[in-house]
């Protein structure tokens, strides 16, 4: 079966760090762009983060960029997202997609919260 | 960054209505990759459209997506009860991309 399956969820403390894991199967892994996209309560979806399908090249939201990394193993065909120095307003279901434009295949996603 | 303003906000509606989705952006959308998703609670998003108008994999007809430039519409003739949720359009032709705000089509 295609699928995306997202973990490292949790509660953190503001400035505290965070591993997200995307596990993917049932498709090529190396052959596809990734992507982090959030979903917050006041803003709707946010665009995080891309990495190219041989991680050459990755981009980032102003929003995230130098405290969010963006990785992938494609020997293991998971796509991470370490998030480091985290607010308040990082606190967001977050979901993992195929592809780096639009995306047909999503993840259940994996709840982030930020607070003390 | 492009901005994506979609409209109404919600939309109350009867199953068997129709449903017209506006989003208008702030500068013109590029080649029109302009792409719309449906999300209900506790689920993923799915795609209905990508390039403005075409059809994702599954999508029934009564789907339709058109526009360039900087006005695009979702158009869902003949609600079915499944079809009550939110849908967001989202831009991907200009860094960063970028996602509307989203409109709920609720039950009338």
Redesign the interface.
Known sequence: EVQLVESGGGLVQPGGSLRLSCAASGFTFSSYAMTW?R?TPG?????VSSIGNSAAST?Y??SVRGRFTISRNNFRSMLYLQMSSLRAEDTAVY?CARG?????L????TQVTVSS | DIVLTQSPGTLSLSPGESATLSCRASQGVSSKYLGWYQQKPGQAPRLLFYDASSRATGIPDRFSGSGSGTDFTLTISRLEPEDFAVYYCHQYGTSPQTFGGGTKVEIK
């Not at chain 1, 803003?43 to 665009?47: D, I, M, N, R, Y």
């Not at chain 1, 780096?100 to 047909?104: I, L, T, V």
């Not at chain 1, 999503?106 to 996603?109: R, S």
């Open positions: 996209v979903l803003k709707g979806l946010e665009w981009y939201a102003d979901y780096s434009y639009y995306y047909e999503w993840g259940q996603g």
